[in-house]
Nanobody
Framework: SQLVESGGGLVQPGGSLRLSCTIS????????IAWFRQAPGKEREGVSC????????FYADSVKGRFTISRDNDKKMAWLQMNSLKPEDTAVYYC?????????????????????WGQGTQVTVSS
């Protein structure tokens, strides 16, 4: 797989986790990186994305102020720092990469905009 996530696990409410995404794509500077999540019985939703062109970022309202997305094109890595975790954050988290467009980072990431996906990493928030 060209994207591989790591860093998931079990954490208590209020705790933190840092998800990592190792990326094996050429010309990574042409891609927007996004994080999606899918809880049991729910559709996959876009959590955050980071444009490559000017660093524009988007966060879903449910995670704004708690999650931080970042990337390092030279290291071919991306991260999702998750703080103040809540039980409702429990889901499988996916890293994705898609071509940067003029809308990247201005709106919620959509599944169809991303061509490359990781296999997902489980995050469970529970006491």
């Amino acid at each position: 797989s060209q994207l591989v996530e790591s860093g998931g696990g079990l954490v208590q409410p209020g705790g933190s986790l840092r998800l990592s995404c190792t990326i094996s794509l050429f010309s990574l500077d042409l891609y927007t990186i996004a994080w999606f999540r899918q809880a049991p019985g729910k559709e996959r939703e876009g959590v955050s994305c980071l444009s490559s062109s000017d660093g524009r970022t988007f966060y879903a309202d449910s995670v704004k102020g708690r999650f931080t997305i970042s990337r390092d094109n030279d290291k071919k890595m991306a991260w999702l720092q998750m703080n103040s975790l809540k039980p409702e954050d429990t889901a499988v988290y996916y890293c994705a990469a898609g071509p940067t467009t003029s809308y990247s980072g201005l709106k919620a990431p959509s599944l169809y905009e991303y061509d490359y996906w990781g296999q997902g990493t489980q995050v469970t928030v529970s006491s």
